[in-house]
């Protein structure tokens, strides 16, 4: 399953990447998020791993992200695995003027259980919907901060 999203967020590029490229930042645009572990290579570039781990409900759920392109302002690119899915994700970020920013998500998912795969099969508004939840509330946190 592949999709696109888009937000325009009203700061500047600069700005926008400063606070996108700071794990310290994402518990404040991604509530769930309860751990975030650099276990391998150079962080926060191209071939490191980290382990993130989100409480969802009553339980808990650990991917693991590994970068596949940083090249910032323009863009960033990362896979995130878990037993049942694999989600690459690419990001550009475009110039709109001083101070707006287009923030575009490439999402691409390959599903390894039957569950998930009868899930994007059924309701995959549900994970463009999650997608779209993310970069809005980072929308949100990045224009408050």
Known sequence: MRYQIEVIIDLPRDRVIELFDNPDNMPKW??????????????????????????????????????????????????????????????????ISDNQTKWVTDTEFEFRSLSMKLMGFVAPFLFKNQTRKFMNDFKTFAENA
């Open 30 to 95: 991604q509530p769930t998020l309860t751990n975030f572990e650099h276990i391998e290579g150079e962080a926060g570039q191209a071939g490191a791993k980290s382990r993130l781990t989100y409480k969802l409900g009553n339980r808990n759920m650990e991917m693991i992200e590994t970068i596949i392109e940083r090249d910032l302002p323009e863009k960033f690119s990362g896979t995130y695995e878990t037993d049942s899915a694999l989600n690459i994700n690419h990001n550009t970020f475009h110039v």
